[in-house]
């Protein structure tokens, strides 16, 4: 069946623009996160979605950040007026019910370049 | 706060040599730790999830063990082919949702 989509694949924004970045999990997932990898850097926690309870989002770096899951399915992650610290890849991931024993699969990625 | 560290970074080897990857975390309290592939400009690709509960996981020529008391997993990858080239990333899951990540070791088999 089709895995987890972004969208854009990549993005090129201007430092002070607002953007947007799109997450489709597999159909049936109820658990979605959202990782940042930034270059020399491991993948960082962002924040969780987990059916319709409060995410957990005390991975968000700073109030500039913000993330909705609508529908139980897809998700958007917000970042605004962003500052060229905030070039990386954003990740996004789903699993079935966010268990111990979940693998967590993982979209392909949204590349952010903040210029 | 896990950390979670790579050894080595980087590793160059001729196709049919075996690959050996190394991974240490901190604390030992974790759920499960899982080996991931990441191909330049993809995604993650899981390969292998081992339960705190077991020793080792296997899936063809891959073979990762994991010792949670010493904090180590290593990933075993036999009879090394071109196609193996990519980074591979070992993440541990504490008592929550979170991954930890480690950097990361880039490999590269040269035909």
């Known amino acids: 069946g089709a895995g987890v989509s972004q969208s854009p694949s990549n993005k090129v924004t201007e430092k002070g623009k607002d953007v947007e970045l799109r997450c489709d999990p597999i159909?049936?997932?109820?658990?979605l996160y959202w990782y940042r990898q930034s270059l020399g850097q491991g993948l960082e926690f962002l924040i969780y979605f987990q059916g319709n309870s409060a995410p957990d989002k005390s991975g968000l770096p700073s109030d500039r950040f913000s993330a909705e899951r609508t529908g139980g399915s897809v998700s958007t992650l917000t970042i605004q007026r962003t500052q060229q610290e905030d070039s990386a890849v954003y990740l996004c991931?789903?699993?079935?019910?966010?268990?111990?024993?979940?693998?967590?699969?993982f979209g392909p990625g949204t590349r952010l370049t903040v210029l | 706060k896990q950390e979670v560290t790579q050894i080595p970074a980087a590793l160059s080897v001729p196709e049919g040599e075996n690959l050996v990857l190394n991974c240490s975390f901190t604390d030992s309290a974790i759920y499960n730790l899982q080996w991931f592939r990441q191909d330049p400009g993809k995604g993650l690709t899981s390969l292998l999830l081992i339960q705190s509960s077991q020793r080792e996981q296997t899936s063809g020529r891959l073979n990762a063990s994991l010792d949670k008391s010493s904090g180590r997993s290593t990933l075993y990858i036999a009879a090394s082919q071109p196609g193996d080239s990519a980074t591979y990333l070992c993440?541990?899951?504490?008592?929550?949702?979170?991954?930890?990540f480690g950097a990361g070791t880039t490999v590269t088999v040269r035909a």
């Open positions: 159909s049936g997932h109820t658990a």
């Open positions: 993440a541990v899951r504490p008592n929550d949702y979170k991954l930890s």
């Open positions: 991931a789903s699993s079935p019910w966010g268990g111990s024993t979940d693998t967590q699969y």
